[in-house]
Every structure is written in C-alpha cells, then in structure tokens.
T-cell receptor
Framework: DAKTTQPTSMDCAEGRAANLPCNHSTISGNEYVYWYRQIHSQGPQYIIHGLKNNETNEMASLIITEDRKSSTLILPHTTLRDTAVYYCIVRGIPQTGANNLFFGTGTRLTVIP | GAGVSQTPSNKVTEKGKYVELRCDPISGHTALYWYRQSLGQGPEFLIYFQGTGAADDSGLPNDRFFAVRPEGSVSTLKIQRTERGDSAVYLC????????????????FGEGSRLTVL
C-alpha cells in the first residue's frame, strides 16, 4: 500500500468547514483513497472513499486531484463532535485481495467552540 | 447486536500470563481483522481472516500471538507469556467479503479491548 502524508494537527472553528489534506504521491492506478476517523476511546469509523472522481456523502466530501497524488477531505459544517483523529489511507480494491487498511498517525482535528 | 462486539473491554494482567480477547463480528461479514493500537499511534494491522482461514497474518509481531476463527464468525486473539510491551488497545473489525463485486471494502470496527500488562 502507498504511504500517505498528513499534517499532525489542525484546528477549526465550530460551524466552519474543515479541509483536511493528504498527500499520496506514490498511489498506483488501482488504489483507492479511504478516509476514516477515530473519536477518543472509540474504534475508527469509515467516512468516505474514492478512486479518481470527487465523492460526496452525508458526512463529507472527498476531492481528489487529477493526478491523484493528493486529496482533501471536506467536513462542510463542523460541530464539536467532529473533534477526532482523521486517517487518510490508500488501499487496493478488495477484489485484488488487498483487504487490509494500513493506518498512519493521521491528523488530529480539534473543533473549537 | 448491530455492531462489532469485543470482550473484555478492559483486561489487566501480569507479565507472563496468558490472555484471550474475543471478537463477535457483524452477522454475515466474512472478513475479520485484528489491529493493535498503542497510545498516540494509528492502528497497526495484525491479522486478517476470510472465513475460517487466516488470509494474511503478516502483522503478528511474534509467535506469542495467535488468532483463530473456527466457525467463520467469532474470533479469539490469544497472547501467550504477555510482556509489558503488549499493553495496547486491540481492535477488531469486520467487513463484507473482499471477493469480487462485494461491498465498498468498508471496515466496521469495535470499540476495542484495552490490555494492560503489569
């Protein structure tokens, strides 16, 4: 699995959008970008994933650059409950047997009242 | 239950003792994973089961660690002769089969078992 680079920490004012960057310059053509988050004392929670098109769901949006070497997770209207560690992971598609997620140290997002 | 269940939630043991940690995955999920998370670090992969068999055990740190999933559902992580460095949160996750055409590959995690070795 390709490595990812994320800032160690970020702050965001409550109600504002949070933009969390991730670099994955060694990503290969069949690897997806996954985002998970981990709230204190809980297991990681899936947020969103994508291959090359931008994706949106009820939690977030994922913007992937055209060359796929970086991406940004956007939380549109943050609340205090969004305070967590956010992990960006690149992973081969399940069909190829690449079933594991390799976590880095993630970005600790703190939403400030 | 609806989610992944792990027991015990907390386990304190003495150095050298044997420990078992249990994971009950989401019903119907054929893939099951064990991860270990030390303080301030991201989860570290240990082992992955597809059905009853360990498809990838490359993350197990040494032969003191072993995991089983005899009926393709509940899994037990077993740690022999525990050491203080084994202290961590042990996370279990499950997902729909990773085989072709199934699911998004999303992993559903339990809340973990916190192991403390004194």
């Amino acid at each position: 699995d390709a490595k990812t680079t994320q800032p160690t920490s970020m702050d965001c004012a409550e109600g504002r959008a949070a933009n969390l960057p991730c670099n994955h310059s060694t990503i290969s053509g069949n690897e997806y970008v996954y985002w998970y988050r981990q709230i204190h004392s809980q297991g990681p929670q899936y947020i969103i994933h994508g291959l090359k098109n931008n994706e949106t769901n009820e939690m977030a949006s994922l913007i992937i650059t055209e060359d796929r070497k970086s991406s940004t997770l956007i939380l549109p209207h943050t609340t205090l409950r969004d305070t967590a560690v956010y992990y960006c992971i690149v992973r081969g598609i399940p069909q190829t047997g690449a079933n594991n997620l390799f976590f880095g140290t993630g970005t600790r997002l703190t939403v400030i009242p | 239950g609806a989610g992944v269940s792990q027991t015990p939630s907390n386990k304190v043991t003495e150095k050298g003792k044997y420990v078992e940690l249990r994971c009950d995955p989401i019903s119907g999920h054929t893939a099951l994973y064990w991860y270990r998370q030390s303080l301030g670090q991201g989860p570290e992969f240990l082992i992955y089961f597809q059905g009853t068999g360990a498809a990838d055990d490359s993350g197990l740190p040494n032969d003191r660690f072993f995991a089983v999933r005899p009926e393709g559902s509940v899994s037990t992580l077993k740690i022999q002769r525990t050491e203080r460095g084994d202290s961590a949160v042990y996370l279990c996750a499950s997902s729909l089969t990773g085989l072709a055409g199934a699911g998004t590959g999303e992993l559903f995690f339990g809340e973990g078992s916190r192991l403390t070795v004194l």
